[in-house]
């Protein structure tokens, strides 16, 4: 199975693409969509779109994975999460991919073990979980890892719990 986790942001979308055969993991692909900073949100919106669909197309993931937004403080982060979140979840379902969503508590509890890890924490976890030489950079395409591995652990209860709910 291919699984494409990402880590939503209108500045920069993290992404990683795992590849899942029962317990061993691999990661085929991971870095960062960048967008202009300054430039309208509408435009970086569309960059973020355009991008997505064609890393979508060449890899041609089993599901993506996206975490979930978390509201902090601050309104004006979690409105253009948001704004990304949609971007991202309209692109996957155009293409046909299936979407699966997790908090950062679920992330972070299935690749360390605690639900309060700290990004380090998650990196290192990413890197021995991937068997990778480096901790991936930047951040969000760690995260964007863990992600995946999440759904990779956690995919056969998520869907059991999506079919519930029809």
């Known amino acids: 199975m291919l699984i494409l986790g990402i880590d939503p942001g209108t500045g920069i979308t993290g992404y990683g693409l795992i590849s899942a055969e029962g317990n061993r993991l691999r ?20 960059v973020l779109h ?7 197309e060449k890899a041609k993931p089993d599901v993506v994975a996206v975490e ?9 982060t979690a409105l253009a999460v948001g704004q990304a979140r949609g971007v991202i979840l309209l692109t996957a379902a155009q293409a046909g991919v299936s979407v699966a969503e997790y908090t ?4 972070k509890q299935t ?9 380090q924490q998650v990196g290192f976890m990413v ?19 863990a992600i995946a591995i999440c759904h990779a652990h956690m995919g056969a209860s998520y869907v059991s719990r999506a079919q519930g709910a029809k």
């Not at 991008?51 to 979508?56: C, D, G, T, V, Y």
């Not at 979930?68 to 004006?76: I, K, P, R």
């Not at 690749?111 to 990004?119: D, H, L, N, Y």
């Open 111 to 119: 690749v360390t073990g605690q639900g309060r890890a700290t990004k």
């Open 27 to 46: 990661a085929e692909d991971y870095g960062v969509i960048r967008t202009k900073v300054g430039e309208e949100t509408s435009q970086r919106l569309c």
């Open 104 to 107: 950062p508590l679920q992330v």
């Open 68 to 76: 979930q937004l978390f509201f902090n403080t601050n309104v004006t």
């Open 127 to 145: 890197k021995a979980l991937l068997n990778l030489e480096a901790i991936p950079r930047p951040d969000d395409a760690s995260d964007a890892l």
């Open 50 to 56: 355009d991008s997505l669909n064609e890393l979508i």
